[in-house]
């Protein structure tokens, strides 16, 4: 296996397969076969088998997949076979939602810094973390090599902060705000757009 | 053009060339080309025209596009060249923090009712709109003929709720919930899953 090789579009189906098997997983199901994994999320068998075996050998013809053992390949493939520090910048609502959201359970993060440039926030805590200036967002993020950070700032905002993340060492930039960020190659950008995806929808209606 | 025939994954990236449009438009931007779009979204100039010309002839060689046509055009495609009324069911703090989102205006959205089935919430107040019980939902969004919901509430109670969506009329469900939802095959469903964003980022990391 050559990661280099991957295609990003496979890449981004892992995390759906690891999804629906943690899910089978829960209801105590210990085989699936890309069949039943296809009907749970929507996407063909053909395609299920075609994008796991880029990474090797991993079904039975007859037998299926062993739900644990795809899981924890999966989770080494991601790299999310660790828990990753993520934070928060932001804290008005989808922020506060964010650091609350119990979603990040055994998927491989936990919220454990929160920033925002409110004074009346500073302080503050939810979910058990201290709210900090953004103003000691760099050194912080640095002295505890924190590589993931979602961004909960307004848009008008939104590119001063990355640049601020990108300086901090960051790597990865869950963005939150319906703007495009500017950043270096080496850093990566995904959106949370709620209104693109009512958008893919609404072509359908 | 044929709707029938357009790929889902070019009407995926129609809501991403619209959210980079509009921000154009707010900067007094009159005219762009597919170079600009590529480098603001990061999808090849290339991809773009091919997505585009798919429903028609809208950019001129040497000019490229006019970003207020071409908007507008996007924006009929994807049928957002009116308001549609949208339900949010789950009023955690998700929910509370869609209820109070500013990101939908603009974009074809507005969020008209909102749904919980805990006591404590129902009847309370968010962002001028009341919470109303699950157990009149089906009626409220009949009587209203809604399409589409935002669904916040646990994972554990997502199925259910989406079989009341189903029943009220509901064809477009945003699932926050990290799970497959089992609906009848003339009701899309889009995931919002930040972990799922991050592990495809992690990846790379």
Same mark, same amino acid.
């Given at each position: 296996?050559?990661?280099?090789?991957?295609?990003?579009?496979?890449?981004?189906?892992?995390?759906? *397969?690891?999804?629906?098997? #943690?899910?089978?997983?829960?209801?105590?199901?210990?085989? %699936?076969?890309?069949?039943?994994?296809?009907?749970?999320?929507? +996407?063909?068998?053909? #395609?299920?088998?075609?994008?796991?075996?880029?990474?090797?050998?991993?079904?039975?013809?007859?037998?299926?997949?062993?739900?644990?053992?795809?899981?924890?390949?999966?989770?080494?493939?991601?790299?999310?076979?660790?828990?990753?520090?993520? +934070?928060?910048?932001?804290?008005?609502?989808?922020?506060?939602?964010?650091?609350?959201?119990?979603?990040?359970?055994?998927?491989?993060?936990?919220? %454990?810094?929160?920033?925002?440039?409110?004074?009346?926030?500073?302080?503050?805590?939810?979910?058990?973390?201290?709210?900090?200036?953004?103003?000691?967002?760099?050194?912080?993020?640095?002295?505890?090599? +924190?590589?993931?950070?979602?961004?909960?700032?307004?848009?008008?905002?939104?590119?001063?902060?990355?640049?601020?993340?990108?300086?901090?060492?960051?790597?990865?930039?869950?963005? *939150?705000?319906?703007?495009?960020?500017?950043?270096?190659?080496?850093?990566?950008?995904?959106?949370?757009?709620?209104?693109?995806?009512?958008?893919?929808? %609404?072509?359908?209606?």
């Amino acid at each position: 296996m050559n990661a280099e090789k991957i295609p990003d579009i496979i890449i981004g189906r892992l995390p759906i *397969y690891l999804r629906a098997l #943690q899910r089978l997983a829960e209801k105590g199901v210990h085989n %699936t076969s890309s069949q039943e994994l296809g009907e749970m999320i929507g +996407i063909s068998a053909a #395609q299920i088998r075609k994008d796991i075996s880029q990474f090797g050998e991993f079904g039975k013809q007859g037998t299926g997949y062993s739900v644990p053992f795809l899981i924890e390949r999966l989770q080494d493939i991601l790299k999310v076979n660790r828990v990753w520090d993520v +934070i928060i910048v932001g804290m008005g609502d989808m922020g506060h939602a964010l650091a609350r959201y119990n979603g990040f359970v055994n998927r491989g993060y936990q919220v %454990t810094m929160l920033f925002d440039n409110d004074p009346a926030k500073i302080g503050q805590k939810v979910n058990n973390l201290e709210i900090f200036s953004t103003d000691v967002l760099v050194e912080k993020v640095k002295q505890n090599k +924190i590589k993931i950070a979602m961004l909960t700032v307004p848009a008008s905002a939104a590119q001063e902060v990355a640049d601020l993340l990108v300086k901090a060492g960051i790597k990865a930039i869950l963005n *939150y705000a319906p703007i495009h960020l500017n950043v270096p190659k080496d850093v990566q950008v995904q959106h949370i757009d709620p209104a693109a995806h009512l958008q893919r929808m %609404t072509y359908y209606l």
